[in-house]
């Protein structure tokens, strides 16, 4: 199948029908991850493929208890699947591979941003994915909450030296229209590109294009709803106008638009608007005193309030 026409064949499914799935299929899809990208070739990806019967039976124990097998009379998910695979990570893989003589810098083992063996796992879980829907089959991610995580350690055997990352379900796929109606896909659209693709800078050259950043955005519509502000309410003019409007608020507080965007929720209200108003501290900070508080009373330039929510875009 061209990938073309698998990717939009990938969803989440979490139901399946009784049938088993023959041991070389599922072969195919666990060797994908042998040719999944690794930082440094590190390779510290793991799988625990589980088909027996009594494993399977013990996984949809132990994670019912935290509530995912099939709550509000929802189809059976983790019952029903004839393949459960445990995404894994081995972090110490990492530390031996850039602790030789070729990743060191300046004898020193990198201190990346993001632990790699994530993202490693991630890119794996992706590759299980696709691989199902080009085998004819479908497949489900679910989150392994800590305490059942410990308990599948227990149960399986799993290394402490090896983290569960999640766990993939396959099988061929049964009509799942009540786990399809409430979960996010259903309930909320995809994100439009342009919230996740940006071209060649983050802010367009004149920054206007603030108004579609989503981090700040989706956060502070979403804030805005928190707090009762009438989203309705909010008018924006064209792109520049709302560059010059920023600019004009930001200014008499000593503030850059950087400083506003680092802070842990940078509140967006357009000048317009009597979201105007909230210029406060939003975590740790109750709803009402947030509300009622003034920028000048917070120095933290995080803290500060900034401008511009488009209209028409939505929290995400
Ligand atoms: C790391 C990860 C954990 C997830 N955990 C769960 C989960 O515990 N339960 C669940 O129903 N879906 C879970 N999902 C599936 C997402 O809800 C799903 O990918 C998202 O709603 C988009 O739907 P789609 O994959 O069908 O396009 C998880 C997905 C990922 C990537």
């Given at each position: 199948m061209q990938f073309r026409e698998l990717l939009p064949r990938r969803r989440m499914v979490r139901h399946y029908r009784s049938e088993p799935v023959p041991r070389e299929v599922v072969e195919r899809i666990v060797g994908t991850v042998r040719r999944a990208p690794s930082a440094g070739y590190s390779q510290g990806q793991r799988l625990l493929v589980i088909t027996e019967e009594d494993g399977r039976a013990e996984i949809a124990r132990i994670m019912g208890e935290t509530g995912?097998?099939?709550?509000?009379?929802?189809?059976?998910?983790l019952e029903s699947a004839p393949v459960h695979i445990l995404v894994c990570t081995r972090e110490a893989d990492y530390h031996d591979r850039y602790r030789l003589p070729d990743k060191l810098v300046e004898g020193e083992e990198i201190d990346w941003p993001v632990p790699f063996w994530f993202v490693d796992a991630g890119a794996a879980l992706m590759l299980l994915l696709l691989a199902a829907v080009d085998e004819g089959l479908a497949a489900g991610v679910s989150g392994v909450e800590c305490e059942a995580a410990k308990k599948v350690r227990s149960t399986f055997g799993i290394p402490d030296d090896v983290t569960i990352i999640a766990l993939v379900t396959n099988g061929y796929p049964a009509p799942d229209p009540g786990w399809s109606a409430v979960t996010s896909r259903r309930t909320q659209p995809r994100r439009p590109p342009a919230d996740i693709v940006r071209w060649?800078?983050?802010?367009g050259a004149d920054e206007s294009?603030?108004?579609?950043d989503s981090s700040a955005h989706g956060k502070t519509l979403q804030t805005l709803r928190v707090l009762g502000?009438?989203?309705?309410?909010i008018d924006t003019g064209a792109a520049g106008t709302l560059a010059a409007e920023r600019d004009q608020a930001l200014d008499p507080l000593g503030l850059a638009l950087e400083d506003c965007l680092d802070g842990p929720v940078p509140v967006v209200a357009h000048?317009?608007?009597?979201?105007?108003?909230?210029?406060?501290?939003?975590?740790?900070?109750?709803k009402e005193d947030a509300v009622h508080?003034?920028?000048?009373?917070?120095?933290?330039p995080h803290h500060a309030a900034m401008i511009a929510a488009r209209a028409g875009s939505r929290a995400s």
């Amino acid at each position: 199948m061209q990938f073309r026409e698998l990717l939009p064949r990938r969803r989440m499914v979490r139901h399946y029908r009784s049938e088993p799935v023959p041991r070389e299929v599922v072969e195919r899809i666990v060797g994908t991850v042998r040719r999944a990208p690794s930082a440094g070739y590190s390779q510290g990806q793991r799988l625990l493929v589980i088909t027996e019967e009594d494993g399977r039976a013990e996984i949809a124990r132990i994670m019912g208890e935290t509530g995912w097998t099939a709550p509000d009379g929802r189809e059976l998910w983790l019952e029903s699947a004839p393949v459960h695979i445990l995404v894994c990570t081995r972090e110490a893989d990492y530390h031996d591979r850039y602790r030789l003589p070729d990743k060191l810098v300046e004898g020193e083992e990198i201190d990346w941003p993001v632990p790699f063996w994530f993202v490693d796992a991630g890119a794996a879980l992706m590759l299980l994915l696709l691989a199902a829907v080009d085998e004819g089959l479908a497949a489900g991610v679910s989150g392994v909450e800590c305490e059942a995580a410990k308990k599948v350690r227990s149960t399986f055997g799993i290394p402490d030296d090896v983290t569960i990352i999640a766990l993939v379900t396959n099988g061929y796929p049964a009509p799942d229209p009540g786990w399809s109606a409430v979960t996010s896909r259903r309930t909320q659209p995809r994100r439009p590109p342009a919230d996740i693709v940006r071209w060649e800078r983050w802010y367009g050259a004149d920054e206007s294009d603030l108004t579609v950043d989503s981090s700040a955005h989706g956060k502070t519509l979403q804030t805005l709803r928190v707090l009762g502000v009438d989203l309705d309410a909010i008018d924006t003019g064209a792109a520049g106008t709302l560059a010059a409007e920023r600019d004009q608020a930001l200014d008499p507080l000593g503030l850059a638009l950087e400083d506003c965007l680092d802070g842990p929720v940078p509140v967006v209200a357009h000048p317009t608007c009597d979201a105007g108003a909230l210029g406060a501290p939003l975590h740790g900070v109750a709803k009402e005193d947030a509300v009622h508080e003034s920028v000048d009373d917070h120095s933290p330039p995080h803290h500060a309030a900034m401008i511009a929510a488009r209209a028409g875009s939505r929290a995400s």
